[in-house]
């Protein structure tokens, strides 16, 4: 079982950046894929971004490439997702996952979800 709580989300001007994390708890975090996930209101939960479980390997959603890094720090079991040039299509609550399939997209292979923080960017 691992446990997922997500922080540092807020209100930031379009352009501007912001960082938020999610902290596991649980047994054997540093074996899963950590995913970035988000939902906007009357809109289906998409995929953000995924990180290997050693951190090698990365993938994005179009989108978001060249603007966001995801990361993490195994020794901290924490996930990161550092989001630059924010634009208003931004705004959505952001979900962190996880999952025993490396770098996968498809939210139906995340065993483990966080309950969300909110991310609003202004124009």
């Known amino acids: 079982q691992v446990q997922l709580v997500e922080s540092g989300g807020g209100l930031v001007q379009a352009g501007g950046s912001l960082r938020i994390s999610c902290a596991a708890s649980?047994?054997?975090?540093?074996?899963?894929?950590m995913g970035w996930f988000r939902q906007a209101p009357g809109k289906e939960r998409e995929f953000v971004a995924v990180?290997?479980?050693?951190?090698?390997?990365?993938y994005y959603t179009d989108s978001v490439e060249g603007r966001f890094t995801i990361s993490r720090d195994n020794a901290k079991n924490t996930v990161y997702l550092q989001m630059n040039s924010l634009k208003p299509e931004d705004t959505a609550v952001y979900y962190c996952a996880a999952s025993a399939i490396s770098l996968t997209a498809n939210v139906a292979e995340y065993d483990y979800w966080g309950q969300g923080t909110q991310v609003t960017v202004s124009s």
């Open positions: 649980g047994r054997s975090f540093s074996s899963y894929a």
């Open positions: 990180i290997s479980w050693s951190g090698e390997n990365t």
